[in-house]
């Protein structure tokens, strides 16, 4: 037994109210005896003793009623699990992302969820603070409401397109328990429990707060079908009046099933392939004028739709003209010859791309430019020169270490698996300079950098183009690499999908970007776009100029619905009390419960015990006596 309010005991000191009354009311009157009534005063007794008995049964009534009072606003609580608790600081996870929108018989995996939200605050009072985080909205403000409030968020929720990181959650959660410091606290983390939402190499941690995991859908989850990124022309943005392909791969469901793969551009089916799972469907199209195109990829619906459907945009453009400066060495020209033979590139003339063997015409350089470092490294401190007179924040020095190497980390739409490195420079930034990684050989090392030179990109590659410093000049992927070098990169080129949810980068010049909803968002070119809530076309213009397109598609992550088991949610979550039956969320909710809080039944006996109180109080009222006057006894006669 305890009390949630105890100062309110102190209001049990008005017992003495009616004591106090009951004593001072009562007078003891002066006896007159008369000789004649000495017979009623055995009647006399007996009522008054019905009398005392009846005013002390009032006031033991009376007392009572003060007593049950304060023990009501004292808010005592009975031993046992009832929903009373002490005000309690509760986090609500609720996953929304896009796996949550997958359809389960008749309900959306969401409806469930919300559900279970709801029913995990079924016992939260007024005095309880609550935040709901949808996990599906990393870019969502959540702020400390009451229950109610919290209530309504929940039923508002919607499905999104982004990822859920349900490891972050838990961390931010933790940390706005801790910040609230109201004694108690926990976390309802309602989710899916996707394997891919968690960060496998720790487990969460959220403090000292308890976490209750909410796996009510259990392991029955069917494999999801779903589609990757589509591709054209190998990574390679398609030339004009030439025709190209797109690859688009199919993944999960039932290796069994057969799965119809369109291709839409401009709102008009253009093609269309029957594939399995693990299998790409490649489709040639165009040929295209210059410009951009722009489409999707879409297969039939699924239990989860979202995923169904990827987006593209890619530039079309005339075959660069590629300049060369310095001896870039036979393999480089072969290479380049290819190309040319291909109709990928042209040699000569006006160049939109420079290719620079050792920095050679670097500082002169008007357009992008592609710098490979000489076989020779006492060449380097006249290639740091250039780099330094061109405005290039980057050095190439010659101390990393012997030994082959492999790319481990690349970003670049070549595949580089097979290339093994034998010699390598470091490519060194000097503090606060530009530039961004694009590959890393396998001891972290940068080998492939792009950067910027009074507004113009440069491209460093970290090893000489000879078969001695690498195997990439005699193997497959060294044209195309190179096209890529000349045609791909740093030339409004192929960019990758961005994903639901995550930021958009964009070009310095650029004003205003248009979400496929058709929102207008005004931007700084500085700065990345974090509206990315649609999967679609996202247009970027400066001023009314179109400056690029961006495809955005849903997280692929999303699409891989295993569900962790309890013991894997036990290795994920540090504390994690997981709940397997719907049916006991909402008695294992709040876990600082008190017992039953018998207020409701207190006011209800108060008033029972007042309502007795009038009825006997009533009792002993009666019609007013009537006396007759008595009067006094005549004196004897006397005989006259």
């Not at 609500?92 to 796996?99: A, I, K, T």
């Not at 063997?357 to 401190?381: I, K, N, Q, Y």
């Not at 050095?395 to 481990?408: N, Q, Y």
Request: glycine share 10%; aromatic share 4%; proline share 7%.
């Amino acid at each position: 037994m305890s009390f949630l309010s105890p100062l309110f005991l102190l209001a049990a000191a008005a017992v003495a109210v009616p004591l106090v009354l009951h004593l001072f009311h009562r007078q003891e009157g002066q006896r007159v005896v008369f000789p004649a009534l000495r017979y009623l005063l055995k009647t006399e007794k007996e009522h008054a003793r019905r009398i005392r008995l009846r005013q002390l049964l009032l006031l033991l009534l009376r007392c009572a009623v003060v007593v049950v009072l304060a023990l009501a606003g004292a808010r005592l609580v009975l031993a046992g699990r009832g929903a009373a608790h002490p005000p309690t600081a509760v986090v609500v996870l609720l996953d929304n992302s896009l796996s949550s929108g997958r359809v389960l018989g008749e309900d959306r995996v969401l409806d469930r969820l919300k559900d279970a939200a709801l029913e995990g605050l079924e016992a939260a009072t007024a005095e309880d603070r609550v935040w709901v985080l949808r996990v599906g909205e990393p870019w969502d403000i959540a702020v400390p409401g009451s229950a109610r409030a919290a209530r309504t968020r929940i039923l508002e929720t919607g499905v999104s397109g982004a990822r859920g990181d349900l490891s972050s959650a838990l961390r931010r959660a933790g940390q706005l328990l801790a910040d609230a410091d109201m004694g108690a606290g926990e976390i309802h983390l309602v989710s899916d429990l996707q394997a891919s939402a968690f960060d496998i190499s720790s487990a969460a941690e959220t403090g000292e707060y308890p976490v209750l995991v909410w796996r009510g859908l259990g392991d029955g989850m069917p494999a999801n079908r779903y589609l990757l990124e589509a591709q054209m022309g190998g990574g390679l943005p398609p030339l004009a009046n030439r025709r190209t392909e797109l690859a688009v791969g199919v993944s999960g469901g039932d290796p069994d099933d057969e799965v119809t793969v369109r291709l839409f551009i401009d709102g008009r089916v253009r093609g269309a392939a029957a594939v399995g799972p693990g299998q790409a469907a490649v489709l040639p199209i165009g040929p295209f004028a210059e410009g951009w195109v722009e489409g999707y990829a879409e297969a039939d619906p699924d239990a989860l739709r979202d995923d169904d459907r990827r987006w593209f945009a890619v530039p079309v453009r005339a075959p660069p003209r590629v300049g060369r400066s310095g001896d870039s060495g036979p393999f480089v020209e072969s290479a380049l010859e290819v190309l040319e033979e291909g109709g990928r590139i042209v040699l000569g003339g006006s160049p939109d791309v420079l290719l620079t063997a050792a920095g050679a015409g670097l500082p002169d350089s008007e357009v992008r430019t592609v710098v490979h470092p000489p076989a020779d490294p006492s060449l380097l401190p006249a290639l740091n020169r250039r780099l330094a007179d061109a405005g290039v924040e980057w050095r190439v020095r010659d101390d990393v270490g012997a030994g082959e190497v492999t790319v481990a980390e690349n970003r670049v739409p070549v595949d580089l698996e097979g290339v093994r490195i034998r010699r390598r420079y470091r490519l060194e930034a000097s503090p606060g300079a530009a530039g961004s990684v694009l590959a890393r050989v396998s001891d972290g090392t940068p080998w492939l950098v792009a950067t910027e030179a009074a507004g113009r990109p440069v491209l460093l590659i970290g090893s000489p183009m000879d078969d001695v410093a690498s195997t990439l000049p005699v193997d497959a992927a060294m044209v195309p690499l190179l096209e890529w070098f000349v045609t791909g990169w740093g030339a409004g080129g192929i960019r990758a999908p961005g994903e639901v949810g995550r930021s958009l980068p964009l070009p310095s010049t650029a004003t205003m970007v248009e979400d496929p909803v058709g929102v207008r968002w005004p931007v700084d070119g500085s700065l990345e776009l974090r509206s990315t809530r649609h999967a679609g076309i996202y247009r970027v213009f400066a001023g009314d100029s179109l400056l690029e397109l961006q495809a955005v598609n849903p997280p692929v992550r999303e699409s891989m619905t295993e569900v962790l088991d309890e013991a894997g949610v036990e290795r994920s979550i540090a504390g994690a009390r997981v709940v397997e039956d719907p049916r006991d969320w909402g008695r294992v909710a709040f876990t600082r419960r008190q017992g039953w809080e018998s207020w409701r039944a207190l006011l209800g006996v108060a008033l029972v015990l007042l309502l007795l109180e009038t009825w006997l109080a009533a009792s002993g009222v009666g019609p007013a006596a009537r006396t007759a006057p008595i009067s006094s006894p005549s004196p004897p006669r006397t005989a006259s």
